[in-house]
C-alpha cells in the first residue's frame, strides 16, 4: 500500500512538472502584453522592459494581490 501511494505522488510531481515546464516555456516565447489598468501601459511601447524588471513588476503585483485579499479576509477579535 505504501508503494502504491509514492509511486501516485512520484506520477503526480511529474505531472506538475510537465506542466510548469510547459508554461515556462510558452511565458518565454509570448512577449507579455500591457495590462490596461497597469500603470507600465502608458510608457510608450517602444521602450523596452527587461526581464529583470518585468520579474520585479510581476512580484509587486502578486505582493498587492495578497495584501487586497488579506485584508478582505480579516476577522474582528473575539475579546
Not at 501511494?5 to 502584453?33: D, E, H, R, Y
Not at 500603470?39 to 524588471?53: D, L
Amino acid at each position: 500500500m505504501r508503494a502504491l501511494g509514492l509511486v501516485g505522488l512520484v506520477l503526480a510531481l511529474a505531472i506538475v512538472g510537465l506542466v510548469v515546464k510547459k508554461q515556462m516555456t510558452a511565458m518565454a516565447v509570448i512577449p507579455a502584453a500591457p495590462v490596461a489598468g497597469d500603470a507600465s501601459a502608458s510608457e510608450p511601447a517602444s521602450a523596452p522592459v527587461s526581464q529583470r524588471e518585468q520579474a520585479r513588476q510581476v512580484q509587486q503585483q502578486v505582493k498587492d494581490a495578497l495584501d487586497a485579499a488579506a485584508k478582505t479576509r480579516q476577522m474582528p477579535d473575539d475579546n
